[in-house]
């Protein structure tokens, strides 16, 4: 990942002001450690931040056309650069760097070339020809960015709030899937798939079909020039990237760069459900684990940096992402700068626990589109700044544009869990990769149930979390916490504590507006709390909180085997035949 800080129309366009645009980007220099660049163009700045991926020599930033009249900061990668470059070859390019098509297609195609891009990115360009400028952000929201203006009509763009909190009037997340214009002065979406309307989809469900639109997600984001490794939970999603990784990078060009065996990294509590689960995987697809240990004061340690660098108070992502924030510091150290994770496959399909009590495929499929378009205010706001911290780029394959479409054009009669039948949570992704002949994972793997990366990386965890705060935020606090804090008011002293201090790194009312609020149960949204009447008593995002779903629910007379949703006998379907199998132990 890099950081990028753009700002048009600044009335001061003196040293002075050079100055401060240098101090502000420097602030995004955890995100691109390796190089830093600037242009000005009379009242325009476009600075750059570079964590140096692919042509580490050549592609720093910004970057130009021909002759230097269009100029772009970009933060992301464009995985179909190449295939670009063909159909640019009346075009010069001076570097390696597949970000460097941007100016290029922008030149062929005026401001409607964003969805050619495939790839996460966000970028922002200026053409000095009329000084109009253009801003657009990736499909989902993978990578992040910030708009905001200030008080002498100046326009700004930044990678995180904290370039631009101190110096905008008012500041908020730019839309995954939009472009800004300004030419228009406004934000347009450009990414309109038929699953954005949230219709019922129809297509039948092929295994075939969408194991290999998921292989193809995979190998496309092993485009690398520098050390890379898989991020390995033990769980089904970042499992199946890793064996899939491990299972074509031998044949992939960069093996020839780094070799043909994978490195895994996991992180947990001694003793954790995450460590065991991902050294049997590793094993089995033959990786060079890695294994980190961290203890609970070490992670509430953390805590107060984690949410500088993440910029949110949310509970659950605040959970997810200080084990996430440690591991990173861990992988850096070790010279790895890129890493492939397993972000969104719990959206796509239903994964979370909180699907099992859904009431009706039409419900359960306006959830994950609902899922999938907050996507950018939770994981993978927390997968990119907690690896970016320490200059680490996370790639997320379930988020590919291709592999979305196809997954959510799937009737969703077929993503319901359906005990009668043996199909547990994200059934129609386990049974695309049940092979046989060739298995991919364990069986037991394969079927494992969803564990939340807060919880998996060791229970002790959240509970340990919980301990601090109510030692740090008193009942009387709580009390009268809808008057300190009447938007988005902490219901609990853990939400609490973690609010005080987003609230000391960002004051403004504008950076408290960039959280998302409302009741959830395992990471649902507010509309699915509504499935369960119980859920209101217990609005906990930890999937322990589905009680009677989860093994280790948090009510301890659960009993998981009366259920019979966690562990039911698999069904697979190859090419429209549904056949029994083995009950999974």
């Known amino acids: 990942m890099c950081g990028i800080l753009a700002v048009f129309g600044c009335v001061d366009n003196s040293q002075a002001k ?175 798939p038929p699953w954005f309307s949230e219709q019922i989809p129809s297509t039948p469900y092929d295994p075939r079909v969408l194991r290999e639109a998921f292989e193809k997600a995979v190998l496309k984001r092993l485009m690398t020039d520098v050390p890379f490794g898989v991020l390995l939970s033990g769980g089904l999603d970042s499992s199946l990237v890793a064996a899939v990784a491990s299972r074509h990078l031998a044949n992939s060009e960069v093996a020839c760069q780094w070799g043909s065996q994978l490195h895994t990294f996991c992180i947990g509590l001694k003793g954790s459900p995450d460590l065991k689960a991902a050294r049997e995987v590793a094993d089995y697809i033959g990786t060079c684990h890695h294994e980190f240990h961290f203890t609970v004061q070490e992670g509430i340690d953390a805590v107060e940096e984690v949410i500088y660098h993440v910029e949110t108070y949310d509970v659950t992502t605040i959970r997810a992402s200080t084990p996430m924030f440690l591991m990173s510091r861990k992988i850096k150290s070790l010279g790895v700068k890129m890493v492939l994770s397993g972000e969104g496959s719990d959206e796509i399909f239903g994964g979370y626990l909180y699907f099992h009590k859904a009431p009706n495929k039409k419900e359960f499929h306006e959830e994950t589109c609902r899922k999938i378009k907050a996507l950018h205010l939770y994981d993978c706001l927390r997968a990119n700044k907690s690896t970016s911290a320490w200059g680490v780029e996370a790639r997320v394959p379930f988020l590919d544009k291709e592999f979305i479409n196809i997954s959510m054009s799937i009737d969703p009669e077929w993503k319901m869990i359906r005990p009668d039948l043996g199909r547990i949570e994200k059934w129609v992704l386990r049974n695309a990769f049940d092979d046989d002949q060739k298995p991919y994972l364990p069986k037991h793997i394969l079927y494992r149930q969803k564990e939340q990366f807060s919880d998996g990386v060791g229970y002790s965890w959240i509970d340990g979390l919980k301990n601090h705060a109510d030692k740090q935020v008193t009942d009387a606090m709580l009390m009268n916490a809808s008057f300190i804090y009447p938007e988005n008011t902490p219901t609990t002293k853990e939400g609490y504590y973690y609010r005080t201090i987003f609230e000391k790194f960002f004051p403004k009312n504008a950076a408290r507006s960039t959280v998302p609020g409302g009741p959830s149960v395992a990471c649902s949204t507010a509309k699915a709390v509504e499935w369960d009447a119980a859920w209101s008593k217990n609005p906990d995002p930890s999937g322990r909180a589905v009680l009677g779903v989860h093994a280790s629910a948090y009510e301890e007379a659960a009993d998981v085997n009366a259920t019979g949703l966690t562990q039911g006998p698999p069904q697979k379907v190859q090419r429209g035949i549904v056949e029994k199998t083995a009950t999974v132990v």
Not at 68 to 83: A, D, L, P, R, S
Not at 143 to 153: A, E, H, R, S, V
């Open 18 to 192: 050079r100055s401060r645009i240098i101090e502000l980007s420097r602030r995004l220099r955890h995100r691109g450690p390796d190089w830093s660049g600037l242009h000005c163009h009379q009242d325009c700045y476009l600075a750059h931040q570079r964590l140096a991926i692919v042509d580490p020599t050549s592609g720093d930033q910004p970057l130009y056309n021909e002759d230097k009249t269009v100029i772009v900061t970009v933060n992301g990668e464009i995985y179909n650069h190449k295939q670009l470059r063909e159909q640019l070859k009346s075009h010069q390019f001076r570097t390696g760097s597949d970000c460097e098509v941007i100016a290029h297609l922008y030149e062929e195609y005026g401001e409607d070339f964003v969805d050619m891009l495939d790839g996460m990115f966000s970028f922002v360009l200026l053409d000095t020809r009329d000084k109009s400028f253009i801003a657009a952000r990736d499909a989902i929201g993978i990578t992040p960015l910030y708009i905001g203006w200030g008080l002498d009509g100046s326009v700004w763009f930044a990678s995180e709030m904290k370039a631009l909190s101190d110096d905008c009037e008012r500041f908020m997340s730019f839309l995954p899937g939009h472009i800004y214009s300004s030419k228009q002065g406004r934000l347009r979406r450009w990414y309109n």
